[in-house]
T-cell receptor, first 115, second 112 residues
């Protein structure tokens, strides 16, 4: 149980375009979802927290107009990277948890490359 | 601000040897987690530690938590090559909206 999927697993896009990444909880209702990015050989950096039906809460230094997060249902959150640039190339990982649960469940990650 | 420090950051060890990874955190915590990450992959949950004195074991890995010292350890017994990976600890505090703060990770290389 407690499976989280992400789609796509890999995406290559041209500079200036937008790309959407989906995060789904497959067998539970995720009241909270988290979006992280990870650069090579570094730890996970939390970008934002999203609660179903509410606006996302962004961490300091994360541009909310660039990284659009929508948590439209209890099983789906999306991250849209708008006007992507090469420096946005990274590994993006989502996680999900339910209210009262003891842990987060991580998706398999999405490798974004901006050319 | 909650800070989580792991050491060592890099660990190279011989197969068959034992070693311990340390995770210190700066404020009272509700939960502590250990994860494994293989290159190019996401995180795999290893242990969830919820209370002082908690000890959990899975195969050659054993994790413990001392909330008074704000310290968790991940002990590796008789290491094998398959344990080569990066290990992260992460800490939750109740007032932080369910967010976890991660350590920098320990990259373990087990050599034959």
């Amino acid at each position: 149980g407690a499976v989280v999927s992400q789609h796509p697993s890999r995406v290559i896009c041209k500079s200036g375009t937008s790309v959407k990444i989906e995060c789904r909880s497959l067998d539970f209702q995720a009241t909270t979802m988290f979006w992280y990015r990870q650069f090579p050989k570094q730890s996970l950096m939390l970008m934002a927290t999203s609660n179903e039906g509410s606006k996302a809460t962004y961490e300091q230094g994360v541009e909310k107009d660039k990284f659009l997060i929508n948590h439209a249902s209890l099983t789906l959150s999306t991250l849209t990277v708008t006007s992507a640039h090469p420096e946005d190339s990274s590994f993006y990982i989502c996680s999900a948890r339910w209210t009262g649960g003891n842990e987060q469940y991580f998706g398999p990650g999405t490798r974004l490359t901006v050319t | 601000e909650l800070k989580v420090e792991q050491n060592p950051l890099f660990l190279s060890m011989q197969e068959g040897k034992n070693y311990t990874i340390y995770c210190n955190y700066s404020t009272t915590s509700d939960r502590l987690y250990w994860y494994r990450q293989d290159p190019g992959k996401s995180l795999e949950s290893l242990f969830v530690l919820l209370s002082n004195g908690a000890v959990k074991q899975e195969g050659r890995l054993m994790a413990s938590l001392d909330t008074k010292a704000r310290l968790s350890t991940l002990h590796i017994t008789a290491a094998v090559h398959d344990l080569s990976a990066t290990y992260f600890c992460a800490v939750d505090i109740f007032t932080n909206a369910g967010k976890s703060t991660f350590g920098d990770g320990t990259t373990l290389t087990v050599k034959p």
